[in-house]
Nanobody, 129 residues
Framework: QVQLVESGGGLVQAGDSLTLSCVVS????????VGWFRQAPEKEREFVAAIPWSGGTGDTYYPGSMGGRFAISRDDAANTVYLQMNNLKPEDTAVYYC????????????????????WGRGTQVSVSS
């Protein structure tokens, strides 16, 4: 059973930074790809960032709307994926979820939440103006 736990959310002001963590409990974490998504009230789950498994191309994926403010990284020794968020805006307010699946790759695949088999419970990020 694969389990994910997100942490690092909180209440911040516009322009601040936050780093979210996603710890994935699985024996062979290096073979699992991880994506971050967010969901605001009454909105659909939105793709934020993704990082393929460690044996892939090394690419990371972001939607164009993030404007280079977010960065995803992974530490396989710690079974953890990080999401560094800079210059936060009120519209970034949402519950942030991480999801994982075995050896996903490619922007089209990793940006679709339906392709992820396991999810965490989320961490709330609130940005005040």
């Amino acid at each position: 059973q694969v389990q994910l736990v997100e942490s690092g959310g909180g209440l911040v002001q516009a322009g601040d930074s936050l780093t979210l963590s996603c710890v994935v409990s699985v024996r062979t974490f290096s073979t699992y790809s991880v994506g971050w998504f967010r969901q605001a009230p009454e909105k659909e789950r939105e793709f934020v960032a993704a990082i393929p498994w460690s044996g892939g191309t090394g690419d990371t994926y972001y939607p164009g709307s993030m404007g280079g403010r977010f960065a995803i990284s992974r530490d396989d020794a710690a079974n953890t994926v990080y999401l560094q968020m800079n210059n936060l805006k009120p519209e970034d307010t949402a519950v942030y979820y991480c999801g994982t699946s075995f050896m996903l790759y490619g922007m089209e695949t990793m940006s679709n939440p339906r392709n992820y088999d396991y999810w965490g419970r989320g961490t709330q990020v609130s940005v005040s103006s």
